[in-house]
């Protein structure tokens, strides 16, 4: 009964290196999205998937790339990672455009 | 664009006080509506939704929240707060459009005992 799995739950990087940010969902949802999570800003939307095979930019999306490998896993990307991007990343999916999200328990990601 | 605006970002209640945050969105197409609550060191847990019909809702916990559409307003409520409440709360808003779910800055909400 997992639900949504992220990974890695921290992280620290350099400025300029490169990862990627996993996630997971055992629920057979339609939907996935990546937002992060910065004091006093929210949750802003990055990229999401409104369904396997589709992905369309967010709020933010400036700096990430994500990929829907397929209908359980929607990984995001930071290409060449900037201070700016240091935040709480949180994964979230569900069974429609209209349904409640299910979240992952997050990954604290600092970029030096 | 689609947007979400909560006006009040940080609010402190006694125990047994009413609650009220607000929450506005802009969007004229068919909408979804929601608050989540997250509490200290944990991911959103969804409070209640607004789909359709009856425009006020019943949550988890002895939340509520009315649609009024005139506003584009989805306004919290709780007549009588907890300790426990204290927690941060964020609306949401999807539409059949775009498919976005957008959320709102938050509330932080402290519950003096």
């Known amino acids: 009964n997992a639900g949504v799995t992220q990974t890695p739950k921290f992280q620290v990087l350099k400025t300029g290196q490169s990862m990627t940010l996993q996630c997971a969902q055992d629920m057979n949802h339609n939907s996935m999205y990546w937002y992060r999570q910065d004091p006093g800003m929210g949750l802003r939307l990055i990229y999401y998937s409104a369904s396997e095979g589709t992905t369309d930019k967010g709020e933010v999306p400036n700096g990430y790339n994500v990929s829907r490998l397929n209908k359980r896993e929607f990984s995001l990307r930071l290409e060449s990672a900037a201070p700016s991007q240091t935040s709480v990343y949180f994964c979230a999916s569900s069974e429609a455009w209209n349904s409640p999200l299910h979240f992952g328990n997050g990954t604290r990601l600092t970029v030096t | 664009a689609q947007s979400v605006s909560q006006h009040n970002h940080h609010v402190i209640l006694s125990e047994a006080a009413s609650l009220e945050l607000g929450c506005n969105y802009s969007?004229?197409?068919?909408?979804?509506l929601f608050w989540y609550v997250q509490y200290p060191g944990q991911h959103l847990q969804l409070l209640l939704k607004?789909?359709?019909?009856?425009?006020l809702v019943k949550g988890i916990k002895g939340f509520e929240a009315e649609f009024i559409k005139s506003k584009f307003s989805f306004n919290l409520r709780k007549p009588s707060v907890q300790w426990s409440d204290t927690a941060e709360y964020f609306c949401?808003?999807?539409?059949?459009?775009?498919?976005?779910?957008?959320f709102g800055t938050g509330t932080r909400l402290k519950v003096l005992a």
């Open positions: 969007y004229g197409g068919t909408v979804n």
């Open positions: 607004y789909f359709s019909g009856d425009p």
């Open positions: 949401a808003v999807t539409n059949s459009g775009t498919y976005k779910y957008i």
